[in-house]
Every structure is written in C-alpha cells, then in structure tokens.
C-alpha cells in the first residue's frame, strides 16, 4: 500500500481488517513471533479479531500486544491518521488541534501524542561525521513573551535559571553533482544532485553547558577525526585532541572563521524549533522539553525523504510503549 496523502491514510484505514494487516506486515514482516518469549511457532486462533497462541508460553496475544497502540481506546485508524499528521506537519501540531482533527478528548489527544513523539524518537546508533556543527540553545523562560535567542547566551553568559539548555549536533549534507541524460529527451544532459551525506540533527536536553556535560555527548555521537565547527564558549576547548575543531568568534563579531567555517546551519534549525515551540506549542515543561526535540530532531531529519519512507520508518519503531504512569510521573524524561 502507497499513501500519498492524508486521504489514503483515512480512506485505506477505514477498513479495521486493514489497520491490523498492514500493523502486523510491518511488525513482524511475515513472521509473527510471541512478544512475551520471541518464540515463533505461533498458531492462529479462529474468531473475528486475529489473535495468536504461541506454542513455547502458551499465551494468547493479537498484533496490537506490546506496542504503543496496546491499552488504547482510540482507535487504530486514528493512531495512523495521528502518526501521519505528526510526520508531515512541519512545525507539528498542538494536542488541541488534534484533538479536534480526530474527534477525541484533549486529553487522549496528548496521551497520543506524547506516545507518537516516544515513538518517533527512537534512537539512531550511527555516528555522525563529515563537517559537523556543535551548538546549545536555551528553551524556556518564566515570562512567556520574551523570545529566547541566541542573544541571551551572549548578555547573559549562559545563564539558564528560568531556561533549559538543549545541545545540538548537526552532521552538514554533502554532495555533488554529475551530469546524466534527461529521462525523457535522453539528447540533453541534465545536471543531478547526488546526496552522499545527509544532513542529521541531534538534540540533548542537558543539565547545564559545562564541559563536563556537553562533550561526552559528542564524543559519544561524533565520529573521531571528523571536522567539528562551534562557537568559543569554553566547554568545547580540548574538542582538538579528537577533531579538527574550528571555533567561530562571535563574541567578536565573527560568522565565520578564517577558513570559512560557519555554524549557520545549526543556528538555522535552532530558530525551526524555536518557530516549533513558541508558535505551536507556547510553553514546554522541562520535563517534556526531550520530548519534543526528538519530535523535532525526527521531522527535520527526514524532511528530505518521501511521504512513504517516513510512515514505514515510523511504523518500524511501534514496538514500543510509554504508560500513562511513565508519561505523568516524577522523574524526570532526560
Ligand atoms: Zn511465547
């Protein structure tokens, strides 16, 4: 199945019999195997709803079982629709908004859709590499007016009592271009981009920007050897004895070094979820700040692939649940 459009997502999952073939094709790519032992000599049962026996613990589960859809009184063609909407909105949506989208309650909308963002943020192991960008920014504030920016970093020498820091490390996009036949009129050339890095974000909620904090995080997601480009706030000093670290001065006025070398494209994305945060959502607690930087770390690094690559990857990751009591509780995400 091909879904192009929110409408093919709607129209094709409006058929339960569909939700559940297409959620057990991408769970189990054919093989079904028990989520209690792994085991899979699995049985069907007969009845109306698909449910399965396996034959090592002898316990009876359906597709839905272990995954972020288990417990769920919505319905499985609002999950779907809901995973849709939070792929392709660029700049997200608030629970209220879905809630009316979906015809459910607000507070099943931001159950929903603190499940979709955990679901979205599974974790890449790849190390990032190339030319990459090292900068935090700070979320947050008491007065709800006031923009946080990169200028508060500066007047204030990072000082976070009413904000919270978020590291970024950003692998720049390399490619370059070759020359090929057109397709249709195979007498012209036509000039092809050929991607051969993409770009990749990721974002950490951290405590403070110490160096004790910021550079385990890039030690453990920076390949060694890589180029690493920050600003020269003290925490990234002694990057050079893994990187080749080149430092933009902005404390002087600098946007770039003497070889070039500019965070641009970091500061680009921080203003993207800047527009995210103030613009769709107002206010982020602390507490689920990790939450919605993944959501946001997950759209900016696939807003270069097709509709479809995206809802499959989603769907890669539903093996995975957030209880209620994880979601609300005390402790604290990051
Ligand atoms: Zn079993």
Known sequence: ???DSLIDVVQHFSDNKNCIDYLTQMRWKGTTTCP???????YELKGKFKRYKCTGCKKQFSAIKGTIFENSQIPLQKWFMGIFIYSFHKKGISSCQLAKDLGVTQKAAWYMAHRIRHMLSTKSMELVEGIVELDETFVGGKNKNRP??????????RSFKDKTP???????EEAHYIQR???VEPHKTVTEKVVTKKSHITCKVIGDTKAKSIQPIIFEKVKKGSTVVSDEWHAYKGLHTEFKHHVVDHGKGQYADAEGFTTNTIEGAWSQLKRTII????????KHLQRYCDEFTYRYNTRKISVQEILDSSMNNINCRLTYKDLVGK????
Do not use: A, D, E
């Open 1 to 3: 199945m091909k879904f």
């Open 36 to 42: 209690t032992c792994q085991c899979t000599k699995i």
């Open 148 to 157: 946080w920016n990169k200028k508060v970093k500066y007047s204030q020498g």
């Open 166 to 172: 978020v590291m970024g490390i950003l692998q720049r």
């Open 181 to 183: 036949p057109n397709k």
């Open 279 to 286: 613009g769709t959502y107002h206010q982020v607690s602390r």
């Open 331 to 334: 402790k604290k995400s990051n």
